[in-house]
DNA sequence: GATGAATGAGTGTTCATTCAT
DNA sequence: GATGAATGAACACTCATTCAT
């Protein structure tokens, strides 16, 4: 009865939303969201401006999309860097983290010039809120077993340093010393068990 | 009708554009650059509109004019914390940065939401750039004296420290532990001329 | 996979260009012409848009399709109230004109909006110039039968008396006092023959 | 200090917004609120899309502009018929309307097309509302004092009556016999306190 | 017969900028 | 120096219509 199958239609719908956000991740990276139009994305994805609303209900919700799909790439990295010995999970997750950096500037990008609109856009202040904790409990959790006396500030100082070295990356780009900086880091955080 | 003097008109012209400059800072500080129209500036500022384009060339030449009258706020700063013992010296520092970030919520988050447009803004890259290299030897050459052995790293990992809380207070707002990490990091920092 | 007979196609046909119909009318007249998408329709109907392509031309032409299905209704009703009594001819008239404007609430709105808008729906306008012609031409009788001196100018006060109506109600609703209107108006009319 | 005085400036705004609302009444009574666009208007007022956002918040308070603009002159006009004889005042003003409905044409177009959009437009139903009852008080006296039995539905039927003619003018332009229909109801409303 | 992805012209609205005075 | 009326390009978004399958 229908012309094409449903597995047909399913495939050019994923087609072309993947189209879609692929542009809108680019440009929102760089030229960040207010400076980005949907007649830009629509070209830069070689789609018209209307197919753009056939998949996202306005400009807000193509920019949730984005994000929610940078997020759940974001959780699956998480679990890749558990080990036994803390000072190892560690070492991994500042790897991680520097690597992530080195890798993935527009991402970066967008996700910064988002956090300095926390107040406009309600779902990425309750994502953003979200994962700061989960983040924040687990370096906690870590540096406790690395037998830091105040791990809970330390925690803090490493997350927010963490986000320090994004926002430099940003600015920077290569110019950013990335692997003195990772070095360092490494020494005073996860050595600190041979020491004490 | 007299004719007025000089002096008379210098004086209105400076007053017009104080008048300017502080109503944009505010404007640019709260909505942001993209979401603060002119019409917006000039009413704030109790001006016409046509007066803003007397003073400033351009929207983005306002915006410059804003960022660099905060610069100049920023080195008178940095002059008034120097002290013979650099321990001392870089406390003071830290202190500062700390209670600037406490006090100026709104240009805190007008720096951070510019640093995300580097490309678009080229002035501003090139300001923070030199400010960027001046801070980086002042701390660097701070932290040499305090016998520290990787100064210019170390100096690299302070400088990226700083703006990370400035990100993250920007974000968190009053949440955020401002007083427990900043008496970490001076235990961190100016207690190491002692201890080595 | 039997092949259809035409019997069956036409079976089909007919049940799409109903459902459509239906939902073009409930929406057009709920929502008004303008303000009903394709897509609605096509939705309510629980039929694709472009089926609703296939068997109307255009938006244009299914308008025209559900105002002529409302046309015919109107010849059925007109039929059941001979009498050979013109005064209880009359009367019944008068009872089915207030009767359907109690109980057809969009109808009366859809029709009344596209009278406001002859110039734009040529079809309507050739349609209703037609009925009315044929309306008054009846009323005109009727009233003659009743000894009406001028029957042409009474025909046409009757006739425009109604359509005020429906503009009443329409803008009005159950605010309306149709049950007292009616029966004042079946007293100057339809006892008539009895005074002269 | 001025360049322009306020005079001056006062004079050229009420030139733009005269032209807008001018072409904008034209345009809304020939083609419908809905089938009118911004751009359209502004073409016809010879003015830029923007000037009409200067003067007007939105297309709907334009709307509202035109219509109370309309209002104020049937005020004007109710004031000049009065007369100590309740028959004449009556006569002056059936002649009235009468009058009105032969050379407003559009704007008699626009309020029966607004009336059924009574639901979308709040201000138009509070008006039309007031104007309805003041009307309804207005003609109960009158026919009161012309001795008619139930002159509240007797005033009820003379204003739908009023209304109806409005939509068939509306509908039929010069076709439509103004001038049989006036005479006859000047002679059943009129002549009524003679015959008593 | 039937589907819904895709298009593009059009809508209301905003705003940096210009300019006559 | 100062005003604000005026412009026009741009924006987010809608929707009638087409078409490959």
Redesign the interface.
Known sequence: MSPRSKAQFEEIREASTKKILEAALELFG???Y??TSIAQIAKSAEVSKGLVYNYFESKEHLLEAVVMDLMNIGDEMVEQMLDPDPAKTLENLIKTVFQWLAENDRLN?LL??L????DRFQFVRDL?SKKMDGYLMMLEELLQKLDFE?AK??A??L??????????V??MKEEY?LL??QE??INKYCKNSTVN
Do not use: K, N, W
């Not at 956090?115 to 926390?118: E, G």
């Not at 997350?159 to 430099?168: E, K, S």
């Open positions: 760089t030229r960040g207010e400076a990008r910064v010039s956090s300095t609109q926390l953003a105040d500030t330390e803090r100082i997350a927010t340093f963490f986000d320090g070295i994004a926002l430099h940003m600015m010393p003195e900086v360092m880091l």
